[in-house]
């Protein structure tokens, strides 16, 4: 399984990105697929999750309401819509690839990180 993340980059507060996971060797339609970020020297956190089927959807309550989680399997990817961004959004974003077809909020549920992608958000 090999995941890639993309679609970082730098915006003002207020602003709008959209981060897609690709999945390259078309592993992941039957898991659940969840986004994490990390600032350098603090702990991964729990930003956002989606059930295979795109049915159940979590996020982190930073994040609730301004945040969107999507999938579409025919094309692999699962999309993190984000709008009125904030300077304390700015981190490392990841996906992953979830253990089961039913998200968690637990790093530990996942396995096949992709390499991140660095969302900086300017006041």
């Known amino acids: 399984v090999q995941l890639q993340a993309s679609g970082g980059g730098l915006v003002q507060a207020g602003g709008s990105l959209t981060l897609s996971c690709a999945d390259s060797?078309?592993?992941?339609?039957?898991?659940?697929v969840g986004w994490f970020r990390q600032v350098p020297g603090k702990e991964r956190e729990f930003v956002a999750a989606?059930?295979?089927?795109?049915?159940?959807?979590y996020y982190s309550d930073p994040v609730k309401g301004r945040f969107t989680i999507s999938r579409d399997n025919a094309k692999n990817t699962i999309n993190l819509q984000m709008n009125s961004l904030k300077p304390e959004d700015t981190a490392i974003y990841y996906c992953?690839?979830?253990?089961?077809?039913?998200?968690?909020?637990?790093?530990?549920?996942?396995?096949?990180w992709g390499q991140g992608t660095l969302v900086t958000v300017s006041s």
């Open positions: 989606i059930s295979w089927n795109g049915g159940i959807t």
């Open positions: 992953a690839r979830g253990l089961r077809s039913v998200p968690t909020t637990n790093s530990e549920g996942y396995i096949y």
């Open positions: 060797r078309r592993t992941i339609s039957n898991n659940a």
